[in-house]
């Protein structure tokens, strides 16, 4: 391959030839050429690089959407737990397990508000006052005790009362003939008290031995020293629900007063 310069007079606006094999060409012509190839290798790279950033984008963007979604789902789970504690808690009758539930509640209900504060949603913690555990003003404790002052504060009233009046009765036949007076009730009185009250807590043990005779595994059932998983202590707290235990008593103290007010009518 040879290239020729063709040498001779131009014009202004000519420009100078070669010849290769035997051809002219413009050596201009050339540089175009290379320089247009490489601007469309150019404009495909970046065409391609769009492509990838836009792919990118959409990639980002779904997850961000998934992202979004996992954390909406968590925040629902959230909400329905606390609503599952509270409605518990309204059912519980113990006031420390009340309290626990709904501590509970408001944790979750916690989560789901960051959650959502995170997720950019429009929300407000829920005004849960009304549904807090009122405390009680004393403790147990100090309950039980004053209600033993109580119960012991009217029996020694009672028994004052009793020997006032009869004090005044006695002071009243003073002034009524012999056939007008009254039969006031004395110490003997208090004696049959006490006498029924051992009537009372002689027939329980007589009861439960009886019991234990005839069918002894009721016995063991209601043996208070007796606790196992099949005994009424166990059920009663565990199994029950609210409604069967406030019943189960219910029918327990009646029937508690009932025996009572039939050992009244025994006679020494």
Same mark, same amino acid.
């Given at each position: 391959m040879t290239t020729k310069t063709v040498n001779g007079p131009t014009g202004a606006n000519e420009t100078p030839k070669s010849i290769l094999n035997g051809h002219p060409f413009k050596p201009n012509r050339l540089k175009s050429e290379s320089l247009e190839s490489q601007r469309q290798k150019a404009q495909e790279a970046i065409q391609a690089a769009e492509a990838d950033l836009l792919r990118l984008q959409e990639e980002e963007q779904s997850e961000i959407i998934a992202q979004r979604a996992r954390l909406g789902q968590v925040r629902e789970t959230h909400l329905m737990d606390a609503e599952n504690f509270r409605a518990i808690a309204r059912q519980e009758t113990d006031e420390e397990e009340k309290r626990t539930l709904l501590? +509970? #509640?408001r944790e979750d209900e916690q989560r789901a508000f960051q959650i959502g504060q995170e +997720?950019? +949603? $429009?929300?407000s913690l829920p005004d849960r006052g009304e549904e807090k555990p009122r405390l009680p003003l004393l403790k147990r404790p100090v309950v039980a005790m004053l209600q033993v002052v109580g *119960? +012991? #504060? #009217? *029996? #020694?009233f009672c028994y004052r009362q009793f020997m006032g009046l009869q004090t005044y009765i006695q002071g009243l036949n003073e002034t009524l003939p012999a056939e007008k007076h009254l039969q006031p009730y004395d110490i &003997?009185? *208090?004696q049959k008290f006490f006498f029924e009250k051992l009537v009372v807590f002689s027939d329980l043990p007589v009861a439960l031995a009886i019991l234990f005779l005839i069918v002894p595994f009721m016995g063991f059932y209601v043996l208070p020293v007796l606790r196992s998983k099949? $005994? %009424?202590? &166990?059920? %009663?707290?565990e199994e029950l629900t609210p409604w069967q235990r406030s019943l189960i008593t219910t029918i327990f103290c009646l029937g508690l007063l009932f025996f009572l007010a039939l050992s009244h009518s025994v006679k020494p």
């Open positions: 501590r +509970l #509640a +997720l950019g +949603l $429009d929300q *119960i +012991l #504060a #009217a *029996i #020694a &003997t009185s *208090i099949k $005994d %009424f202590y &166990t059920e %009663f707290n």
